[in-house]
């Protein structure tokens, strides 16, 4: 339920971000969920193949860690956002010929 709730918290933010920015969003989004989801799957993976706990046993212990190093990768990809060039609205497009 807090995953959910954090994740998006952070879509939100990326959002804002973006939209200040001129940026397309579903970039940094999908870029988030990925990371997310990938830092608390290979967290929870090493732990368990690291410490020798029974799954029942260990998950409480294996996930908290997971979560966390998910948040802080959520923060990492906020602020990659924030240190991307604003985009202008107004591109000229260089490939139409005049005729």
Known sequence: M???LAIGYFTKKIRAIAEEKNIKPSKWIWRLILTWFGVEIVTIILIFALTDTDI???IFIAVLPALLLA???ALF???QLKKQPDQTSDKVNTHVIEG
Do not use: N
């Open 56 to 58: 029942d046993d260990g």
């Open 71 to 73: 948040a802080l990768s």
């Open 2 to 4: 807090l995953e959910i």
């Open 77 to 79: 990809t906020v602020e």
